[in-house]
């Protein structure tokens, strides 16, 4: 635990590159690229939905099914141009600018590699946690 809460030490991107070019299958890979979610102050339906009733978010409590998370990553890498996949998902209470999540995708070209950062983080958002967000007015 960190300060007391269960949010997770985030990873270095830098381990994770090095790793990901040991790996056999990175003589195959063009491009890697990584997403890094943060807790923001705006709410999200301001942000996706244009709704604002006046609230800023002051934190978040966040969860995840590892096993739908497995599947996800697993279907990620069905992909076409995909070759490598790995996902770092915290837990816990968050409180703004907390790291959320990170996926690295590495990938032969620049389009499949941007299709499957978009596949696999819009999947792990709408299937695989669960997001609450602690408003203040």
Partial sequence: ????????????MDEWLKEAKTDPAALQVGMFLIHNGVVRQTPKAKVRQGLDDGSLVKGMSFAYDAAKVDAAIAETYKMEGIF???VW??????ELGDDIMYVLIGGDIRPHVVDALQFLVGKIK???????EQKSN
Wanted: with cysteine; proline share 7%; charged share 25%.
């Fill in 1 to 12: 635990m960190i300060n007391g809460k269960n949010k997770k030490q985030p990873p270095l």
């Fill in 84 to 86: 490598h996949v790995r």
């Fill in 89 to 94: 998902l915290n837990e816990g209470q968050l």
């Fill in 126 to 132: 709408s299937e695989c946690v669960t997001e609450i």
